[in-house]
């Protein structure tokens, strides 16, 4: 795990977008008094500008909002690929509102006014989530980059072995000699971190380079 992402993991930051500034102002406020780090936009389009969505944490949002309303940012953020968990809030909810936004990934869906404690719960519930989805994302990130590394000979020995093919079958296979298999074998187990072939299973199936069993 890299100090960046390391440090940027222990700051979640919860982020209040309502065009009412003194509903969005009493939102950071409950939050702050339980020692939960929150920021308030007063539009999709000043979220989307000057957020660093590299921060881990969620997003509280207004559904009814002028020029690009909550249901809509929740779209953008898809299009856009922000991971960012969705808290809809809102005075004006309807039941088919709330369970198009949860269809589409909503955290949870709250009419206003919210009772606190509730809403602190929530935002460290989804904010924990994030942290966790950002670690595994990057873990994974990390094993791709390491297979990026082998040769092309070494992934297609990997993959057999990952298969639980015998070094003997692979050189037959592939038309090669055994110990020639035996050497592309260790550097790539090596390269990898795997001493098996479960565990290059494994690890191939995180990567999406063969299907999970």
Known sequence: MTEE???RALRPLARVIDDEETVRNSTV???RVA???AVAYESAAAFLENDDIRTPGCVI???RMPDMNGLELQDEMLRRG???P???LTGHGDISMAVMALQKGAGDFCEKPVEPER???TVRRLSDQNIEARKEKFRIDMMRSA???LTQREKEIIRLVADDKLNKVIAIDLGIQEHTVKIHRANACKKLGVRSALEAHKYLAAIGEIASS
């Open 5 to 7: 992402l390391s440090s």
């Open 29 to 31: 406020f409950t939050l």
């Open 35 to 37: 020692g939960i780090e």
């Open 61 to 63: 949002l207004d559904v």
């Open 82 to 84: 922000i991971d960012l």
């Open 86 to 88: 969705i808290v809809f």
């Open 119 to 121: 809403l602190r719960q």
């Open 147 to 149: 297979f990026e590394t």
